[in-house]
């Protein structure tokens, strides 16, 4: 199974919004409501902010949106603050019952 | 909301089998709310899905390591286990396990993570 694809870094500066993509085929982000997305700071363990496409854990900052439209889902980063620098993984489950994650993105507030 | 810890060598040798080990605190790895699995990352690179087994011990892997790889339970200590099998140096990465809610995609309670490398 390949990697989604993921733009390697997005960059924004402090309040504006950014969007991270991430893309994948009709055999998993496009043909399942089952996208995450993941926040990894250095050294840390990665962290969910969105599952199931839209939702939000509970304690997640509603600054964190997701979106998905055909084979490619999106996470919104509202408000960008100084502590959103940091790693981004998506996730999909696939039709071979597996899971793929994304490529990484690497978001830098300026 | 459970715990988790990973315990194992931190070494192996090539084409030697890994080992590790996750300790679920919390809660029983019986609940039906929970998966368990396993994920890995390369130093500097990015999130590698390994597997999961279910609640009543059924299981999926990464094809690319399916050959190699067997995720179990152990009921009586609470806890559930990685074997790699014929590591190579490219098997070395930080080993997380988590847990995943049944029926969703959120993979919502992590590790520490632990350090494995392959050398000789």
């Known amino acids: 199974q390949s990697a989604l694809t993921q733009p390697a870094s997005v960059s924004g500066s402090p309040g504006q919004s950014i969007t991270i993509s991430c893309t994948g085929t009709?055999?998993?982000?496009?043909?399942?409501?089952?996208v995450s997305w993941y926040v990894q700071h250095p050294g840390k363990a990665p962290k969910v902010i969105i599952y199931?496409?839209?939702i939000r854990p509970s304690g997640v900052s509603n600054r964190f949106s997701g979106y998905k439209s055909g084979n490619t889902a999106s996470l919104t980063i509202s408000g960008l603050q100084a502590e959103d620098e940091a790693d981004f993984y998506c996730?999909?489950?696939?039709?071979?019952?597996?899971?793929?994650f994304g490529t990484g993105t690497k978001v830098t507030v300026l | 909301q459970v715990q988790l810890q990973e315990s194992g060598p931190g070494l192996v040798k090539p084409s030697q089998t890994l080992s590790l080990t996750c300790t679920v605190s919390?809660?029983?790895?019986?609940?039906?709310?929970?998966?368990w699995s396993w994920i890995r990352q390369p130093p500097g690179q990015g999130l590698e899905w390994i597997g999961y087994?279910?609640?009543?011990?059924?299981?999926s892997y990464n094809p690319s390591l399916k050959s190699r790889v067997t995720i179990s339970l152990d009921t009586s200590k609470n806890q559930f286990s990685l074997n790699l099998r014929y590591v190579t140096a490219a098997d070395t990465a930080v080993y997380y396990c988590?847990?995943?809610?049944?029926?969703?995609?959120?993979?919502?309670?992590w590790g520490q993570g632990t350090l494995v490398t392959v050398s000789s």
């Open positions: 988590t847990s995943v809610t049944t029926g969703t995609s959120e993979y919502g309670d």
């Open positions: 919390g809660d029983s790895v019986t609940n039906t709310y929970y998966h």
């Open positions: 087994i279910t609640y009543s011990g059924g299981s």
């Open positions: 009709s055999s998993d982000v496009g043909g399942y409501n089952y």
């Open positions: 199931d496409v839209t």
């Open positions: 996730t999909s489950y696939t039709s071979s019952g597996t899971y793929v």
